[in-house]
């Protein structure tokens, strides 16, 4: 048997577009560049603000000084003798992660039920969440605050984080969106491997659908943790029950306003939710875009 | 190991008119390959998924032994099944996707492992255990399938179009494979495609499903050689049988224009036409015969199809017939077919059935 010669790699010689196409790329390039480069400085620029001022002291701040001189890191200490920032914290922390668990735990299971399983009535129920996600969450605030009165919930953490635990209608919308593209054939092959419809959510649905699980958790952290209306409607009277986006808002009212501190507050507070977006973002937005929704 | 019965099942969608599946009557013998085949839309893979528990059955009733299964869970009718996308997890390694029914099962760890890599020897997929699908080829991924389905050694194998997916060439050793398996393990299995080949090779029997009715179950040879009526004719055989209306008088069959004697038993009702059937290497080019103008020429080989238009009872009818491919005749060419009377099929024109002689 004779083999054919194989033939000897030369080295590629790259084919040089013509000078108009070079032109044109590098002129898009510019254009490009340019706007990614005036929108980011928009949006920078007031968080840089916020932190050049946390460096200034108080008779810098809100002048005509752009520049800290000198830096004062001491404002970032100050900041935690004036207020009780680390409780509020913990009111927020806790507020977020039960509310949040409270989104993933109950939304998950309606989801599935609301897209995999076959049921009388399924499209009304769904129907019906849609309604719920179109409602304008103030129609409903006034029979809720009766309500937690009546029980006497008024003034704790209470009232902002059971509702969550009762399932929330984008979520679970976003969920059996997502739930929708799994391929069927997934759950059936389960199904006759022995599972029943629990251990199929369980074992099956859960791990298919962790990005869009994550994209459910990091809206509802990031809602909680931004939260300012129902932490004020609930929590006002009571400052030992404040979150931190209470807490700002009244350490600005309170005191005589002291511009670096409330900067340097503000950007203790920012952090978290920064560091998680960072920290998070391949999560986040694989769970948008895999389910085509817009956050 | 079990036999399975449907006994008149039925499968009717929500908010359809016809049933998927209508009054099913079939039994598969314990061990058998059966091979449900048909077109698309023929209620083949909603026969298979009713017996996997996946489908409802609206009357009528499905058995697994001596046990009605009809309404019984999947996971309590003790079968396996291998899906046309496979339903690996992505995000479990092959030696967990195989052992995946026995962890449902609580079997035990080392004895799961034990199991696993035996399917995974047999397989030829040791070396890939620890991967995972999206790293495997098609033929791999297939293979792993199968891995999971027999890993439990089910009452019953089920089969829904698992080559689809491969290439042909692969195709054709997976269904060597898949024979030989079957053969060890003498499952009973359930076998659904639309590749009349896969069919016709890997069937002991095969099943012909039409518009959700069986038309016929038997040997394949036997529906090759003995369609029950025209749809199973026109079905089974590649190119299709060549099935022409044509008038009788005299107690024989004129097909464009070559008398074709009739038994008595055809004639005595008074027919005055019949479909005839005529496979395309009983149809052979000849000195005389029905004229024709040939289309095509497909050139397979060893032999050649010949694509004619002939005019039959002042309508263009399309005509194939087998020849040997270096006698093979050319596009445009002329020719005369002459089919050989003794091989030919009738078929009532009014029911379709075919007609003993």
């Known amino acids: 048997m004779s083999t054919a010669s194989v033939p000897v790699p030369t080295a590629l010689t790259r084919r040089k577009p013509p000078a108009s196409v070079r032109r044109r790329r590098f002129l898009m390039a510019v254009a490009n560049h340019s706007m990614l480069i005036v929108a980011a400085v928009v949006f920078l620029a007031p968080f840089g603000f916020i932190a050049l001022t946390a460096l200034m002291t108080n008779g810098q701040a809100l002048s005509s000084h752009l520049w800290p001189n000198p830096f004062r890191w001491q404002n970032f200490v100050d900041v935690f003798h004036q207020a009780p920032i680390f409780r509020w914290a913990l009111n927020t922390m806790i507020y977020a992660c039960l509310a949040t668990l409270g989104v993933v735990v109950s939304s998950i299971p309606v989801a599935y039920a609301l897209s995999r399983i076959r049921w009388r009535g399924r499209n009304l129920a769904f129907g019906l969440v849609l309604i719920a996600l179109m409602l304008p969450p103030v129609v409903s605030v006034v029979p809720l605050y009766v309500m937690w009165a009546k029980l006497g919930l008024v003034g704790g953490l209470g009232p902002l984080i059971i509702p969550n635990w009762f399932g929330d209608a984008f979520s679970i919308f976003l969920l059996r969106q997502f739930f929708m593209t ?20 369980a074992t099956v649905v859960l791990r298919l659908a962790k990005p869009a699980i994550a994209a459910v958790a990091l809206f509802s952290f990031l809602y909680t943790f931004n939260d ?49 977006f960072f920290l998070a973002q391949k999560a986040f937005v694989e769970g948008v875009t895999l389910t085509g929704v817009k956050g | 190991m079990a036999e399975v ?63 009605d299964v009809s309404d019984a869970p ?33 079997v035990k760890k080392a004895e799961r492992d034990k199991r696993v890599k035996e399917v995974a020897t047999l397989l030829g997929l040791s070396e890939y255990l620890e991967r995972k699908p999206g790293q ?70 095969v099943a012909v499903l039409h518009e959700g009715h069986l038309q016929q179950c038997g040997p394949p040879r036997e529906l090759y050689e003995r369609p029950a009526n025209v749809f199973v004719a026109g079905f089974i055989g ?23 004697p009739l038994p008595q ?59 040997e491919a270096r006698k093979a005749p050319r596009q445009g060419d002329r020719v005369t077919l002459r089919p050989r009377a003794d091989e030919a099929l009738l078929f009532d024109p009014a029911s379709g059935e075919r007609l003993e002689l």
């Open chain 2, 5 to 67: 019965r449907y006994v008149q099942a039925t499968r009717l969608y929500p908010g359809t008119d016809a049933p998927a599946v209508d009054a099913l009557d079939l039994d598969v013998h314990d061990g058998e390959f059966m091979v449900l085949v048909g077109p698309s839309g023929s209620g083949k893979t909603t026969a298979l998924r009713m017996l996997a528990g996946l489908e409802e059955v609206d009357s009528g009733a499905v058995y697994i032994g001596d046990r």
């Open chain 2, 238 to 260: 590649s190119p299709a049988m060549n099935l022409c209306t044509v008038p009788v008088s005299n107690g024989a069959a004129s097909f464009g224009g070559v008398d074709m």
């Open chain 1, 228 to 276: 300012f209306f129902l932490p004020l409607l609930y929590t006002r009277e009571n400052p030992s029950r404040w979150v931190l986006q209470i807490g700002l808002s009244e350490f600005r009212s309170l005191h005589q306003v002291q511009w670096n501190l409330t900067m340097a507050a503000t950007l203790l507070v920012m952090a978290p939710v920064i560091i998680v």
């Open chain 2, 265 to 323: 038993s055809v004639v005595a009702n008074g027919r005055t036409s019949l479909v005839i059937g005529v496979r395309p290497e009983s149809l052979e080019v000849a000195e005389e015969g029905i004229p024709a103008k040939v289309d095509v020429v497909e050139d397979v080989g060893a032999d050649a199809f010949v694509f004619c238009s002939t005019e039959l009872g002042g309508e263009t009818t399309k005509l194939v017939a087998r020849s």
């Open chain 2, 136 to 205: 495997l080829s098609g033929g791999q991924r297939q293979r792993v399938a199968m891995g999971r389905a027999i890993v439990r050694v089910p009452s019953v194998f089920l089969m829904d179009e698992p080559l689809s997916n491969l290439d042909a060439k692969l195709r054709v050793q997976m269904r060597a494979d898949i024979a030989a398996l079957q053969a060890d393990f003498g499952i009973t299995t359930v076998y659904v495609t639309h590749d009349q080949a896969e069919a016709m090779t890997l069937g002991h029997r």
């Open chain 2, 74 to 106: 999947p996971k309590e009718r003790d079968v396996s099944m291998v899906f046309q996308n496979y339903a690996l997890y992505p995000y479990l390694t092959v030696a967990a996707n195989i052992g995946f029914p026995l962890r449902i099962a609580k």
């Open chain 1, 182 to 201: 799994i391929p069927e054939e997934y759950l059936d092959a389960a199904r006759v491997d022995g599972c029943g419809e629990l251990r199929i959510l």
